[in-house]
């Protein structure tokens, strides 16, 4: 089996685990080793997969939107409450992202067909072209990371737990 770097003997999260041990021996600071590399990990990648989209005139923010009309398939339109609830973020919120993104030609808004009220927000082929490019970016960071790391059996094996671990937190 290959063996891939397996990282620091100790590293910033034992060292903040030890020092909670050393003032509360009575904790089992596991869930807090676990979970503290999870939001660093998720930080630090953050920010790799921030500088990847960068050059497509995008941050995180906008490649979510932009990603979510392009997975939803053709003909790549949602409302701006799909859009919402997918993403987790306020109506404020969405608005500034999809001024933003019509502005850069990348997406249009058109009233609903089927509600008066409503608006549908579709990828435009720009956004489309651009979005596919800034994915492939986003993922080669993301794959350099795992494969620096873990053997393709250990990534299999740590989506797996993490998969189990995410459905019975949320």
Do not use: C
């Not at 930080?43 to 995008?58: E, L, Q, S």
């Not at 919120?93 to 019509?102: H, S, V, Y």
Request: glycine residues 10%.
């Amino acid at each position: 089996m290959e063996t891939k770097n397996p990282g620091p003997a100790h590293d910033a999260v034992d060292a903040i685990a030890d020092q909670w041990g050393a003032v509360r021996p009575d904790l089992d600071t596991v869930p807090m080793a676990v979970f503290g590399r999870i939001y660093r990990l998720s930080n630090a990648m953050r920010g790799r997969v921030d500088k990847a989209y960068a050059p497509y005139g995008m941050a995180l923010g906008e490649f979510d939107v932009l990603a979510t009309l392009r997975r939803s398939g053709a003909p790549y339109t949602l409302s701006p409450r799909e859009l919402t609830a997918t993403l987790m973020i306020t109506t404020g919120g969405m608005t500034g992202r999809l001024d933003k993104l019509e502005k850069a030609g990348l997406l249009t808004r058109s009233p609903d067909p089927n509600d008066r009220r409503g608006l549908r927000v579709t990828l435009s082929e720009r956004g489309r072209e651009l979005v596919d490019r800034a994915v492939e970016a986003g993922l080669g960071e993301q794959r350099a990371a795992l494969e620096a790391a873990l053997t393709e059996e250990e990534a299999d094996q740590l989506t797996g737990l993490l998969r189990k671990l995410l459905a019975t937190t949320v």
